[in-house]
C-alpha cells in the first residue's frame, strides 16, 4: 500500500498549472529588461529555479537512500530511485538553459575553464551514472543497498557544485541572495519568487505521478505473478 498523501494529485496538478501560468506571465510580461544583458536575463528566472529544484531532487533522493539503510523503509527505494529520476529531468534542464545563460552572457554555448558549469555537470554525469548501477543488478535487498549507498555519496557533490557558483570570480552568473539579502527587488523577486514555487510544485506534482505510476505497476507486476 502507498503512504497516504494530505494534498490530493488533481489538486497538484492545478495548483502546478496555476502557478506555472503565473510565471510565464511575470517572466514575459511584468518583470523589467536587465540593464545589461536585456531581454535574455528572463531565462535567469527558469535556470536558478531549475537549479534549486534539481539540487533539491538529488538531495530528496539521497534522503531516502539513507532512511531505507537506517529504518528499512520498504518504500524508500523506489521513493528515491523517483526522486533522482526526477533530478536527472531537471538537471538536462539546467544545463540547456545554463548553455544558453552562457551564450549571451559570455559569447560560448559552454566553457571548459568555468568551474559553475563543469561541477554542475559531473554532479549530473555521477546521477545519471545511478541508473547504470541500478538496472545492472537484480531487483532486491542488495540493490536497494547498493542505490542507497550511491545516491548518499553524491550529497558531497551538491554543496560543491553550489559553492561554484558563489566563489566564481566572475559575477555573470546570477547570485540570488548574499549575506546582505536579495540581490535585486520588486517585480524582478516577485517573478523570481513565484517561478521558484512553481516549478518546485510542478517537481513534487511529477514527483507523485510516477511514484503512483511505479507503485501500480509494482502492483499489477505482482498479480501476474501470483496468477502464473
Known sequence: MGRPHRIPLPALAAASLVLVTAALVLVFFVAPND??????QRIFY???????????????????GFLHLWKRDPNADLESYVAIHQGVI??????????????????????????????????????????????????????ANLCAVYALFG??????????????????????????GANF?????????????AVLTLAYTLYRIELAGKRLDARLRRLRESYA
Open 35 to 40: 540593464q545589461f544583458l536585456g531581454f535574455s
Open 46 to 64: 527558469f535556470h536558478v529555479s531549475i537549479a534549486f529544484t534539481a539540487y533539491l531532487s538529488f538531495g530528496l533522493g539521497a534522503w531516502k
Open 90 to 143: 531537471f538537471g538536462v534542464l539546467v544545463l540547456v538553459t545554463g548553455s544558453i545563460w552562457a551564450k549571451y552572457s559570455w559569447g560560448h554555448w559552454w566553457l571548459w575553464s568555468e568551474n559553475q558549469l563543469v561541477l554542475f555537470l559531473v554532479l549530473f554525469l555521477f546521477y545519471a551514472a545511478y541508473f547504470m548501477l541500478r538496472f545492472s543488478v537484480d531487483d532486491g535487498p542488495q540493490r
Open 155 to 180: 550529497v558531497v557533490l551538491i554543496p560543491v557544485s553550489f559553492l561554484a557558483i558563489r566563489l566564481s570570480q566572475k559575477f555573470i552568473h546570477p547570485v540570488v541572495f548574499t549575506r546582505h
Open 185 to 197: 527587488g520588486g517585480w524582478m523577486l516577485v517573478t523570481y519568487f513565484v517561478t521558484q514555487v
